[in-house]
């Protein structure tokens, strides 16, 4: 079944400490983002990755690290360094240079106590 | 730099009744322009897609949406709306083909449907 999986649904965490959000695809799609999304604020762009083992920085990079060792793997990294991590997670991908259209993982609410 | 605007933050309509979601822009070139829509803790499912062509875009689930350059808008219409259209639906504009960065979102506009 093809498509984007963000696990888990849900998490929590201690503040201090660091967390890895996991998005995976099976659509062989180049390019994969990652968003985060407050109420009243709508999507803001964190890191996206066009190639294996190449990323850029988004709009607030500050506090998250990415990876990309795999076409089909994104993980996301909320260090401690993130003054307010608690949010709602998006991953995207999107397929070669002119298909131009990001589809969505269902997302990973994180909360840190 | 591109943006987008939806000056609707909350709409309230009544089941069987007209909507339209607005949205303006912001984009030096020829956009490429989105209407997403996303489920209480879900996803974001694309609706429709505007790239070049006839400027009235039909999409999923009956909506549809009008480009229209000289107001720089890419409002989304429905004729008559089902209770299950409840959501929030963004709109977004993308630079055009070959840059991976791509997307720029609005703040979304959250549609209540009454009975």
């Known amino acids: 079944d093809g498509g984007i999986t963000q696990s888990p649904k849900y998490l929590f965490r201690k503040e201090g400490q660091n967390v890895t959000l996991s998005c995976e695809q099976n659509?062989?799609?180049?390019?994969m983002y990652w968003y985060r999304q407050d109420p009243g604020q709508g999507l803001r762009l964190i890191y996206y990755?066009?190639?294996?083992?190449?990323?850029q920085k988004g709009d607030i990079a500050e506090g998250y690290s990415v990876s990309r060792e795999k076409k089909e793997s994104f993980p996301l990294t909320v260090t401690s360094a993130q003054k307010n991590p608690t949010a709602f997670y998006l991953c995207?991908?999107?397929?070669?240079?002119?298909?131009?259209?990001?589809?969505f993982g269902p997302g990973t609410r994180l909360t840190v106590l | 730099a591109q943006s987008v605007t939806q000056p609707d933050i909350h709409i309230t309509v009544s089941e069987g009744a007209s909507l339209e979601l607005r949205c303006n822009y912001s984009?030096?070139?020829?956009?490429?322009l989105f209407w997403y829509v996303q489920s209480p803790g879900q996803g974001l499912q694309l609706l429709l897609k505007?790239?070049?062509?006839?400027?009235l875009v039909q999409g999923i689930k009956g909506f549809e949406a009008e480009f229209k350059r000289s107001q720089s808008s890419f409002n989304l219409r429905k004729p008559s709306v089902h209770w299950s259209d409840a959501a929030e639906y963004f709109c977004?504009?993308?630079?055009?083909?070959?840059?991976?960065?791509?997307?720029?979102f609005g703040s979304g506009t959250q549609l209540t449907v009454l009975p």
């Open positions: 659509l062989n799609h180049d390019a």
């Open positions: 990755s066009q190639i294996v083992n190449d990323f």
């Open positions: 977004a504009v993308g630079a055009p083909s070959g840059s991976a960065r791509q997307l720029t």
């Open positions: 505007y790239f070049s062509g006839d400027t």
């Open positions: 995207a991908t999107k397929g070669s240079i002119g298909t131009d259209t990001q589809y």
């Open positions: 984009y030096g070139a020829t956009p490429y």
